[in-house]
């Protein structure tokens, strides 16, 4: 967003909340349908010196996700310290 007051431009970030369809979310002939009434597909494009990898897409098990995310060992950087006593900060 710009300031006005010193004259220099800010940063504006934009959050998209993208949902795909499900797989298989229609008939064949439907998808069909589709590709004869949208223009043709065309292939990416990438510059000469760009670097790229192939991706593919894999269905999640939700279930085996959450136990992956629930179940991982608890890291904390401020236990390598060893013995030493923790200050606190107090408010003024």
């Known amino acids: 967003m710009p300031s006005y007051r010193h004259h220099d431009y800010g940063n ?3 959050k998209f909340d993208v949902k795909f369809p ?5 008939a064949p002939e439907v998808l069909a349908q589709l590709e004869n009434i949208l223009p043709p597909r065309q292939e990416p494009s990438l510059p000469r010196d ?11 098990d939700a279930q085996q996700q ?5 179940n991982g060992p608890m890291e904390d950087d401020d236990d390598e ?11 003024q």
Do not use: K, L, T, W
């Open 81 to 91: 310290q060893g013995g030493a006593e923790r200050v606190q900060c107090a408010s």
């Open 12 to 14: 504006m970030y934009i």
């Open 66 to 70: 959450a136990r992956v995310q629930g």
């Open 22 to 26: 499900p797989s298989h979310f229609a």
């Open 50 to 60: 760009a670097m790229a990898d192939d991706v593919f897409v894999e269905e999640v």
